[in-house]
């Protein structure tokens, strides 16, 4: 995390579905607002449509298997031993979770510590884990949103990045007002990631700094009108 960078930060998206998070990334890429490369694209489900995106904008794809991971005690770090030698084989720097529905273990975290990113569907540490709209909504809250953050060993628990904020509408359906939050991951995760390649952000314990935010849209982003 230094100063002015000589190459595009090198990005590996772990991806499990839909993958517009990852689309995110890649259109802010190619309009020249993220100064990265997503160098692979990896995958715990065959058939994820992340994986067509990335083959699509000509990133290497790779269906890993976690079958035969499966049953053994220790299958999840098998199976994340596996995913950092393809990282390592990419020579990624930064790690992307985008709509990535397995948990990390420390064979990843450690590898890539304050070096690896997800995005959640809530302002964390409000709602983590499964159906983060669902739960608002049942909440009652006024205010949902989303939260870019660093992948620490408890889920959704990590140094927070970037947050911003929708309203919740007494129409509003989980399906509904999850796309009024997508909008905004789609806003705030290439941000966090140029902010990351800007060499901008400090991790202090649980907080994290950002560099010269008074003189740009890093602050404004944190509260979107
Ligand atoms: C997003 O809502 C993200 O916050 C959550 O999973 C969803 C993934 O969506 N972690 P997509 O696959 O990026 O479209």
């Known amino acids: 995390m230094s100063g002015k960078r000589a190459t595009p930060l090198r990005l590996g998206v772990l991806a499990s579905g839909r993958g517009s998070n ?3 990334i890649i259109d802010a890429i190619e309009a020249g607002s993220l100064a990265a490369q997503i160098v692979v694209v990896v995958s715990n489900k065959q058939n994820a449509q992340a994986l067509e ?7 290497p794809a790779v269906f890993l298997d976690p079958k ?3 049953g053994r005690p220790d299958s999840r770090e098998t199976y994340d031993r596996a995913i950092l030698e393809v990282l390592q084989k990419y020579d990624v720097e930064l790690v992307l979770l985008a ?7 420390p064979v990843l ?3 890539y510590q304050n070096r690896m990113m997800n995005i959640h569907p809530s302002l964390l540490p409000a709602f983590p884990g499964l159906d983060a709209q669902k739960q608002a909504l049942e909440w009652g809250v ?3 949103g989303c939260t870019v953050h660093f992948v620490t060993e408890g889920v959704d628990e990590g140094p927070i990045i970037i947050q911003a904020a929708v309203p919740v509408l007494d129409e509003d359906t989980p399906e509904t007002l999850a796309l009024r939050i997508l909008e905004q991951e789609h806003r705030i995760y290439p941000r966090a990631v140029q902010l990351y390649a800007e060499g901008r952000l400090q991790v202090e314990g649980r907080c994290v700094r950002v560099a010269d935010a008074a003189s ?3 602050r404004a982003i944190r509260n979107p009108a």
Do not use: E, F, S
Not at 53 to 59: D, F, L
Not at 99 to 105: A, H, L
């Open 99 to 105: 709509g990535y529905m397995k948990i990390v273990t």
């Open 53 to 59: 995106r990335a083959r699509k904008h000509g990133v």
């Open 22 to 24: 990852l689309q995110a």
């Open 142 to 144: 006024k205010l949902a």
């Open 68 to 70: 035969p991971c499966a």
């Open 109 to 111: 975290i450690n590898a």
């Open 216 to 218: 740009d849209a890093a």
